[in-house]
C-alpha cells in the first residue's frame, strides 16, 4: 500500500508540521491497553462533510503492530475494549490533504478521521457483514456455479446422443459458453460501475435463470450452441463485479479469506449439484421428458428464487456501524475513495486501466495456472463412466474430489495471509498436480483396477487452488478504484481463455487414450512453475527500484512528491508491490 510509507514521515522532523503538544503519539497507546471509547474523554472534531480537513487532538489511536486476523492467532491478551483504529496518512495534516476523498464520494458522511472503535466492535461488525454481506455472495456464486456446470451432470444422462452431438461439439459448446463469458466480462463490469452492483448483480441472475431453465427444450447441435452462448453472455462479469462489491466492505487480507470462502461455495455448489443431479436424472419419463432436461428446468427456477433482493427497509447497519465499516476501509487503503460508485469509466480511463503493464504477469498466470486441472475436471463424468461406473454412482464420486479440494483451497489461501507469501504458495498447486500429472501420461488409467484409476483422478482434482489468492492479489496491486474495476474483469477475462484452450486439449482424434492432451497438460504445468518463479522476481525487482528513489528523498522531499505527483494508483513512488 502506497499508504504504508507515507504514513511514516515524521511529522517532527520537519519545520510547521508537527503535531499539537497535547496530541498522543503512536507509541503512547497500546493494542493490549483498556482504552475504551466508553470511558474516554475526547473533544468535539466536526465531521467531514467536504473536501476540508479539520485536525484537532483527538483519542490515541492503536498501537502499529501486527493485526490478529483470524480467531485462532488471538491469544489472552487479547483485549476487545482497546482502540483498533490503526495509523494513517490521514492522522498527518500535511499527507491527508492529498488523500483527502473527494466531495463526490458516496460514503463523504460518514468519513470522519478522528473516529476510533474497539476491536471487540470491529470484530463484531466483521462477523455482521460476513452475515449479511458474505453469505449472499456466496450463495448467488453458488447459483452461477449450479447453471453453467450442470452440463457436466447431464453429459452421465445420455445428453449428446439424444441431441445427435459428438465429442467436438461437446468442446464446441463449452468454447462458445468461455468465450461469449469472456467477451461480456469488461463491458458487464462496466454496466456495473454505472449503475450500481446492486441494480445490476440481481438483474443478471433473473436473465441468465430464464436461460438456464429455457434448456429444458434443447433440440438440437444449434439450440446447444445458443443456450451456452446466450448463458456465457448474461453469466459474463458476475464474478468480478462480486470482487470490487466485496472490496468495498474489507480489507485487503479479509479480502482474500473471503474470496476463498467464495470459491469453496462455488466447490459446494458442485457437491451440491452431483446430489441433486443424483435425484433429478431419476425423473427421466416424467411426462416422457429425459432427465436432464428436468436437470436444466429445475435449478434454473431454482436460481430465479434465489434473485429475490434480501436487503432491509433501511439496510443492513446502523449509523455507528457504517462510519466505522467506511473509515476502517479508507484508513487502510485511501484509494477506495477514488470514484463514486456509480460513476462510469471514461474510455481513456479504460484504455490507461489495460496499458498497466504492472498487472500483465498476474494476467499471463491467469490464463495459464487452471488448465492442468480444468481439463481432466471437464472430462471426470465420462472417464469415470468409461472406467465402469454407471450414471447415478459417477455422479456420487466426483464429490469426494471437490470436498477435498474446497479443504486444500482454503488451507492455501489461509497459509499465504499468515505468512505473507503468494508467488510461491500459489505455485504450490502446479507442485500438487505435476506427480499426477505425469503418472496419468505414462500409465493408462483405463487398463488399470478401477479404483486405483478413481484415486489417482481424485487426488489429482483434490489440488488446492490459488484463484482467491491471485484474485485478492491482483485487488491489491491495482491500488485504485478505477484500475482494481478494469483489472477485476480482465484477469477473469483471462481465467475465462484458460477455459476456452482447456476444453480444447482433449481431442477426438486423440481419444480415448489422450496421450497427446496428457503430454500438453504436464508441459503447461512445468511452464506454469516458471511463470509464478518469474512473476516473484518481477515484483521483487519493481519494489527495489522504487525503494530506491523513495529512500533517497528527504522528508520534504516526499511530502513534496505526494502534493505534487501526477502519478496514479500502482505507479506512485510510496506503493509496494505484494507478491
Sequence with gaps: MATVLAKEIDLRGRTGGNLPESAPSSDRSSHGSSDDLGDAKREQVP????????????????????EKRFWFQRVRTYDPTAIATQPSVFDDPDTAKEYQPPATWENIHRFDP???????????????????????????FM?????????????????????????????????????????????SQLVSKWIGPDRWIPAQLILWSIVASAQ?????????????????????????????????????????????????????????????????????????????????????????????KFRGKNGWFTEREETIIVNRVIREDPTKSGMHNRQPITPKLLWKSICDYDLWPLYIIGLTFQIPDTTPTQYLTLTLKGLGFGTFKTNLLVIPSTVFHMITMLALTYF???????????MFGQIWALPFLVYVYQVDIRKINKWSAYTIMSLLLSYPSAHPIQVAWNSRNSNAVRSRTVSAALYNMFVQASGI??????????????????????????????????????????????????DAMTEDERLHYLATTKDEGNKRLDFRFAH
Design 143 to 187: 447459483a452461477l456455479e449450479l447453471d453453467r456446470s450442470n452440463i457436466y451432470q447431464a453429459l452421465t444422462d445420455n445428453f449428446l446422443k439424444e441431441l445427435h452431438l459428438n465429442t467436438n461439439d461437446y468442446n464446441l459448446g463449452n468454447t462458445v459458453f468461455k468465450l461469449a463469458f469472456l467477451c461480456a466480462e469488461l463491458p
Design 47 to 66: 465531521r467531514v462533510k467536504t473536501t476540508a480537513v479539520v485536525y484537532e487532538t483527538a483519542l490515541p489511536l492503536g498501537v502499529p503492530a501486527e
Design 501 to 550: 484452450i482447456a476444453s480444447n486439449i482433449y481431442r477426438a482424434d486423440d481419444a480415448p487414450r489422450y496421450k497427446r492432451g496428457d503430454r500438453a497438460l504436464v508441459s503447461l504445468c512445468i511452464a506454469n512453475i516458471g511463470i509464478y518463479i518469474l512473476t516473484k522476481a518481477y515484483y521483487v525487482w519493481r519494489n527495489k527500484s522504487r525503494s530506491k528513489k523513495w
Design 416 to 426: 499465504a495471509e499468515i505468512f505473507k507469501e503468494l508467488s510461491f504458495t500459489s
Design 216 to 308: 429444458f427444450w434443447l433440440k438440437d447441435r444449434t439450440s446447444f450452441l445458443a443456450t451456452r452462448a446466450l448463458l456465457g453472455i448474461l453469466q459474463g462479469g458476475f464474478i468480478p463485479d462480486i470482487i470490487l462489491y466485496l472490496s468495498y466492505f474489507y480489507k485487503h487480507h479479509e479480502l482474500t479469506l473471503r474470496l476463498g470462502f467464495l470459491w469453496t461455495a462455488m466447490s459446494l455448489s458442485d457437491v451440491i449439484s452431483s446430489l441433486l443431479a443424483a435425484a433429478l436424472l431419476h425423473m427421466r419419463g416424467v411426462a416422457g421428458k429425459s432427465g436432464w432436461r428436468w436437470l436444466f428446468l429445475i435449478e434454473g427456477l431454482l436460481t430465479l428464487i434465489t434473485a429475490s
Design 114 to 140: 478522528s473516529e476510533r472503535w474497539t476491536w471487540g466492535e470491529e470484530h463484531k461488525l466483521i462477523r455482521k457483514i460476513d452475515y449479511r454481506i458474505m453469505i449472499w455472495a456466496c450463495v448467488m
